[in-house]
């Protein structure tokens, strides 16, 4: 390795290594373009915060990437046609989380035209504002899971200092491959992408933080690096690497305070993904209405990596993979460890939707749980110093004051904690539910 590629190899404490990472079902597998479908059920409200404002009316005429969605206040992003047609009738579907959702259809036309595009930015002579408003324009938000508008997380008060922009091309969730791809055959949109993002909140120190297990994907961007001002990280293989905390004490060696924000150690997170997405909007000036999905499993005939416009549904997704071998024991949208489990194949992917993952049934194993053993393996495998027997039994005792004091509210969710438990005790369900009662009691007491 010469000097100019060499790259450091960091880590953080605790972490999980799963058995099988399931990677090899699709790491080599090129993104291949969806076909067009005849219709698209776009979801309204697929960002944290407020939902967008749906301004189409049933028989309206929509060009791709029109606005059918205003923003709704600061915390929200517009919604974008993902092809030309006509607007159906309003509906609910299944959503992602279990509830019906309402969704936009759209009655494709076959020409598939876009509307008037955005105008290119001069960003390096751009000032940030002008690159975050049109990253809020383009209906940009975190495309690594959260769906948090980027523009907020690009937004930070003025009396926090940001001195490093990390992006996450980690990927440590097992099966998932298709930031991987991303990085291996776009490695230039990713790079820019980041400094456009470090530009648009005047930061220098870009790192871009990927696992070992993606040589290939290192190699590629450390040839370009350079060009963008980027450093390159390695990450052990170990999960959650790629969770925010993590990556910035790996990165940068600070910690972000207990029930504190990646700004109040300087720094801002963005997934690689999302970078691509910025580059498109402020170069081509193209909003988000697509992204790139794993669809994956033992029980899938073709495992691969597809771009999927906002509004395939995951039975229509599974089509494209050549549908299913055998049965399957159960459907997840993202990764295992923290995707979340289907009931529908009719649910509409998002722009969060990096994964869709069938489970074969004898990788389904139902067991039972057990009482604490007080092993303490969960203590060492949690990534946020946490106590999570503890945390759960305080749960299962509904001492939610005491779990809050214990700071359940820390728990990123990551799921290290139960993977690892030998009593097989549903520990992230307890602390979700942990968490909703307590964001419930401070509401209630906000109102007050
Ligand atoms: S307590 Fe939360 S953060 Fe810690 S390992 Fe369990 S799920 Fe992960
Ligand atoms: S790993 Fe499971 S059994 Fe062991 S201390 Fe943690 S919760 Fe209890």
């Known amino acids: 390795m010469s000097a100019k590629s060499a790259y450091k190899v960091v880590t953080f404490s605790g972490g999980v290594h799963p058995d099988y ?95 008037e595009l955005m105008p290119p930015i001069d960003w390096k002579n751009s000032d940030g504002d002008t690159i975050k408003d049109r990253i809020r324009a383009a209906g940009i938000v975190g495309m690594g899971g959260a769906a948090f508008p980027t523009h907020v997380k690009l937004s930070p008060p003025a009396d926090k200092k940001i001195d490093y922009m990390i992006l996450n091309g980690a990927e440590c969730e097992p099966y998932l491959t298709a930031d991987h791809r991303l990085m291996l055959e776009q490695p230039e949109k990713v790079l820019a992408g980041a400094a456009i993002l470090a530009k ?21 961007l450390l040839a370009k690096a350079d060009e963008y001002n980027v450093k390159i990280i390695g990450l052990k293989v170990l999960y959650p690497q790629g969770a925010e905390k993590q990556l910035i004490y790996a990165a940068t060696g600070r910690k972000v305070p207990a029930g504190g924000l990646p700004m109040e150690a300087g720094c ?22 697509e992204r790139i999905t794993t669809i994956t499993g033992t029980p899938v005939v073709k495992p691969g990596n597809w771009k ?36 529908s194949l009719q649910v509409p992917i998002a722009k969060n939707s990096s994964g869709i993952l069938l489970l074969a049934r004898n990788e389904v194993v139902q067991y039972e ?36 004091q214990y700071n359940v509210m820390d728990c990123i969710e990551c799921g290290s904690c139960a993977y690892i438990c030998p009593s097989n005790r549903p520990l992230v369900q307890h602390f979700r539910r942990a968490k909703a009662e307590i964001n419930m009691k401070r509401r209630a007491q906000q109102k007050k």
């Open 369 to 404: 749980s057990m009482p604490c053993i007080r092993c303490g393996k969960c203590v060492g495998a949690c990534p946020m110093n946490l106590l999570p027997g503890t945390l759960s039994s305080q749960i299962e005792s509904e001492s939610f004051d005491l779990a809050e």
């Open 308 to 343: 999927l416009r906002m509004g395939y549904t995951v039975a229509q997704a599974l089509e494209l993979a050549g549908g299913v071998k055998e049965n399957p024991g159960k459907l997840i949208l993202g990764g295992p460890m923290m995707g979340f489990a289907q009931k």
């Open 268 to 289: 801002v997170v963005q997934n690689v993904a999302t970078a691509a997405a910025v580059f498109d909007a402020v170069v081509e000036g193209k909003p988000l209405i």
């Open 21 to 115: 990472d399931g990677k090899d079902l699709t790491r080599e597998c090129a993104i291949t373009e969806a076909p067009l479908l005849d219709q698209y059920q776009v979801i309204v409200h697929q960002n944290i915060g407020a939902p967008p404002k749906v301004i189409v009316n049933t028989g309206d005429e929509v060009k791709k990437g029109q606005v059918i969605a205003e923003a709704n206040g600061f915390v929200s992003v517009p919604l974008h046609a993902p092809t030309s047609g006509e607007i159906g009738k309003p509906i609910e579907v299944p959503g992602p989380m279990g509830t019906n959702v309402p969704v936009v259809v759209i009655d494709a036309d076959g020409k598939d035209e876009w509307g």
């Open 200 to 220: 648009s909140i005047g930061v220098e120190n870009i790192y871009i933080g990927i696992e070992l297990n993606k040589q290939n994907a290192i190699d590629t």
